[in-house]
């Protein structure tokens, strides 16, 4: 045989290996074809290719292996069986710049399904290697890297401080400088992944100077960048008062305000999620984005929005509502109790009505005047429908529950109050019936009309135990009114009248 030949064989040879290897990973993106390539033992097939002396083989290899490994947790756990990873993290190192992207996406592919496989991730080296990654002049190398990164961080604190421990976190915030928008938006992604586990970590994030590099992108026009910004921002505020108020610092509002306006969902989601998040800690946080004008725009946000979307929204409203009277008053004042009567008889999903009960109840419990603005808008009856609704959740029994007791007790809406008195179960009747021997003593006007409204009557249908907290109630309502009158009014009073008529003997 010639050398001619020879070289003609080696050709063919390499030829058919690249062939193969390119196959495989066009194969690899049709889901249907994952099962029989998997039959066929194609991890072992593609393994050795993985040190081929050709390097457009072994990119393709590693990409055919991300993109089988990408596709289920089980093919993800048969390239760390198969003991791929301690191999592919190797050659980091020395590969080129295509190589290192096609090995990050194989890392990425592994961790991103459980933190079992991410662990396995960081215990062949890939943490560091990945952040070698970074340092790389190519901006798709460290965007792969980042990319990987971020979903190993995800999973858990632990897995995260590995990430952190790495040296990833300034590499990661320089990243944010890049002119490439992919690598701003990944590295912002991989930031918020970090940041949401634990103080402690997001302290770390905050400490080589995200927040300044983070709070200068809000603006910017790329809506799956300012996605991640906000997503990164609202993880480092919900830890602690001190997060919360760097990020304050920082002056993202009121420019953040203006981002409710957005065109893009999440943009818009995000906004209002950073707004939740910083308003749950304290009255004077809260006042900061009031004073904004975030509370309103969120109330707004909220006629423009369905579903999730507006489960930020109405929390935030409920954590304002929560720190004290005052910030109470200005979600009513904002018109914020009529859309949230809105949003709870739009939407479906019980864990949204189950929010939007509690922040009615956080604004609903503090004075009669807090009371009574709920009160009028219907919501203590609808409330009472979904505690009683058998199809509703557990949560949002409890909390519509929870929410219509704090109200009533300071309820005294007497109009508001009356149409609950009917078809009432007895734990939430005495509620009722106390409010109402509260005001009856001292308003003669609602008296009259109690008496012409058919409550009073109602109230002696009321089959209460004798001693009990009801029937005291019931006998201090009695006693704002002449005996004759609850005696009219009284069950069985008639045929007593009748009785008398029949008895009686005209002179």
């Known amino acids: 045989m010639s050398q001619r030949q020879i070289i003609q064989v080696f050709e063919q040879y390499q030829k058919s290996r690249f062939q193969f290897v390119q196959t495989v990973a066009d194969l690899a993106l049709r889901p249907q074809n994952i099962e029989i390539l998997q039959n066929a033992g194609v991890m072992s097939l593609l393994r050795p290719l993985m040190l081929d002396v050709v390097p457009s083989i072994q990119q393709t290899?590693?990409?055919?292996?991300?993109?089988?490994?990408?596709?289920?947790?089980?093919?993800?756990?048969?390239?760390?069986?198969?003991?791929?990873?301690?191999?592919l993290v190797q050659s980091l190192a020395s590969q080129n710049r295509f190589y290192k992207k096609a090995a990050a996406f194989?890392?990425?592919s592994v961790a991103k399904h459980s933190p079992e496989l991410s662990q396995a991730v960081v215990a062949c080296g890939g943490v560091d290697a990945l952040v070698l990654c970074l340092e790389e002049f190519d901006p798709g190398v460290k965007e792969a890297a980042a990319w990987a990164l971020g979903y190993i961080a995800r999973h858990n604190a632990s897995l995260s401080q590995s990430v952190v421990d790495a040296g990833a976190v300034p590499l990661l915030v320089l990243c944010l400088l890049e002119p490439e928008m992919a690598l701003k938006r990944i590295a912002a992604s991989t930031l918020s992944d970090i940041s949401k586990h634990t103080p402690e970590l997001a302290q770390t994030v905050v400490d080589v100077g995200a927040i300044a590099h983070l709070?200068?992108?809000?603006?910017n026009p790329d809506a799956k960048l300012k996605r991640q910004v906000f997503s990164a921002l609202s993880q480092i505020s919900k830890h602690s008062v001190s997060l919360a108020e760097m990020v304050i610092e920082a002056d993202?509002?009121?420019?953040?305000?203006?981002?409710?306006?957005?065109?893009?969902?999440?943009?818009?989601?995000n906004v209002t999620t950073l707004m939740r998040e910083v308003v749950k800690h304290t009255p004077e946080l809260s006042q900061v984005i009031v004073n904004c004008g975030g509370m309103a725009a969120v109330i707004d946000y909220l006629g423009e929005?369905?579903?999730?979307?507006?489960?930020?929204?109405i929390m935030m409203l409920g954590y304002v509502a929560a720190h004290s009277e005052n910030?109470?008053?200005?979600?009513?004042?904002?018109?914020?109790?009529?859309?949230?009567?809105?949003?709870?008889?739009?939407?479906?999903?019980?864990?949204?009505?189950a929010a939007t009960a509690w922040t009615i109840g956080q604004i609903g419990h503090h004075t009669p005047e807090h009371a009574k603005a709920v009160a009028t808008s219907d919501l203590l009856t609808k409330l009472l429908e979904l505690y009683m609704d058998a199809s509703s959740s557990e949560d949002l029994q409890a909390k519509s529950k929870k929410a219509l007791k704090s109200i009533l007790q300071k309820c005294t809406y007497l109009p508001g109050l009356e149409p609950l008195l009917y078809d009432v179960p007895s734990n939430i009747l005495k509620y009722v019936v106390c409010q109402f021997s509260k005001v009856l003593p001292n308003d003669s006007k609602a008296r009259r009309l109690f008496v012409t409204s058919g409550g009073l009557k109602k109230v002696q249908e009321i089959d209460a135990e004798p001693g009990s907290s009801l029937q005291e109630h019931i006998n201090a309502i009695n006693s704002c009114f002449p005996e004759e009158i609850v005696r009219y009014y009284s069950p069985g009073y008639s045929e007593v009248l009748l009785q008398r008529l029949?008895?009686?003997?005209?002179?």
């Open 61 to 87: 290899a590693a990409l055919a292996l991300g993109r089988l490994a990408d596709h289920s947790d089980d093919l993800a756990e048969a390239v760390v069986k198969e003991d791929i990873l301690p191999q």
């Open 106 to 108: 194989v890392l990425r």
């Open 215 to 219: 709070a200068q992108m809000i603006l």
């Open 252 to 269: 993202i509002f009121p420019a953040a305000v203006s981002c409710l306006k957005d065109p893009d969902d999440y943009v818009r989601k």
């Open 305 to 313: 929005c369905r579903g999730n979307l507006r489960l930020p929204g």
């Open 327 to 353: 910030l109470a008053m200005a979600v009513i004042l904002s018109k914020g109790v009529p859309q949230l009567a809105l949003c709870l008889s739009e939407e479906h999903e019980h864990h949204i009505k």
């Open 502 to 507: 029949e008895n009686y003997q005209p002179a």
